[in-house]
Nanobody, 124 residues
Framework: EVQLQASGGGLVQAGGSLRLSCAVSGLTFGNSAIAWFRQAPGKEREGVACIVSDNDDTVYSDSVKGRFTIASDNAKNTVYLQMNSLKSEDTAVYYC?????????????????WGQGTQVTVSS
C-alpha cells in the first residue's frame, strides 16, 4: 500500500525558510509524479509544485516560482519542498500527494494517494 508522510512544518517569520519532507513508502519511483499542495482556511486546495519521477521535471505555481524548490531523493524515497523568502500568504496546511502517471499537472483530483498535512505558519 502506498503511504505518504509529510513533515517539517512550523512557525517561521516572514523572509525565513522551511524545508518540508514527504516520505513515500510502497511506491517504486517511476512512472509517477509527486506534488505538494496547500490549503489555507476558507480557500481551495492549491497546487504548489510537482516533480516527475522518471526525469525529475518540475513545475511550480506562479505564486511560489523562484522561492520554492521541489527535489526528490530516490534513495531515501523522499521528496522535499525547500521554501525560502516565506510570506504571510504562504501560511497553510501543506500536503504531499502522488499519482501513477508521469504528468506535471497539479490538479488535486488527479492524485491518487495523499499524506496528512503539515502546518506552515508565517508570521509577518
Amino acid at each position: 500500500e502506498v503511504q505518504l508522510q509529510a513533515s517539517g512544518g512550523g512557525l517561521v517569520q516572514a523572509g525565513g525558510s522551511l524545508r518540508l519532507s514527504c516520505a513515500v513508502s510502497g511506491l517504486t519511483f517511476g512512472n509517477s509524479a509527486i506534488a505538494w499542495f496547500r490549503q489555507a482556511p476558507g480557500k481551495e486546495r492549491e497546487g504548489v509544485a510537482c516533480i516527475v519521477s522518471d526525469n525529475d521535471d518540475t513545475v511550480y505555481s506562479d505564486s511560489v516560482k523562484g522561492r520554492f524548490t521541489i527535489a526528490s531523493d530516490n534513495a531515501k524515497n523522499t521528496v522535499y519542498l525547500q521554501m525560502n523568502s516565506l510570506k504571510s500568504e504562504d501560511t497553510a496546511v501543506y500536503y504531499c500527494a502522488t499519482k501513477f502517471t508521469s504528468s506535471q499537472r497539479v490538479i488535486p483530483n488527479e492524485y491518487d494517494k495523499w499524506g496528512q498535512g503539515t502546518q506552515v505558519t508565517v508570521s509577518s
